[in-house]
């Protein structure tokens, strides 16, 4: 299964943005989808998961701000961010897990700036 994510772009402060992450197949064989970011020169870092049940955890600096859903009909995965900050600015990786092994999604760039 490959995923593709999309919805990045430049916001202001304060803007909010949807990130999509579509899969070529099934995500409910996926038992874990997360959506990690990484700054160039920084370590990447989980912002949200989700499991198949439906139940989520987020790291502080998003808790609040941003949503993480999965839709297992249209196999996507989406994290919605509102509030968005300059520090959000970064490369957004969705990525699913199976028993195998992770599968893991292109990049999509945030920008958030005035």
């Known amino acids: 299964v490959q995923l593709q994510a999309s919805g990045g772009g430049l916001v202001q402060p304060g803007g909010s943005l949807r990130l999509s992450c579509a899969a070529s197949?099934?995500?409910?064989?996926?038992?874990?989808m997360t959506w990690s970011r990484q700054v160039p020169g920084k370590e990447r870092e989980l912002v949200a998961r989700?499991?198949?049940?439906?139940?989520?955890n987020y790291a502080d600096s998003v808790k609040g701000r941003f949503t993480i859903s999965r839709d297992n009909v249209k196999n996507t995965l989406y994290l919605q961010m509102n509030s968005l900050k300059p520090e959000d600015t970064a490369v957004y990786y969705c990525?699913?897990?199976?028993?195998?092994?992770?599968?893991w999604g292109q990049g999509t760039l945030v920008t958030v700036s005035s």
């Open positions: 989700i499991s198949s049940s439906g139940s989520t």
């Open positions: 990525v699913g897990f199976r028993a195998t092994g992770p599968h």
């Open positions: 197949g099934s995500i409910s064989s996926f038992y874990d």
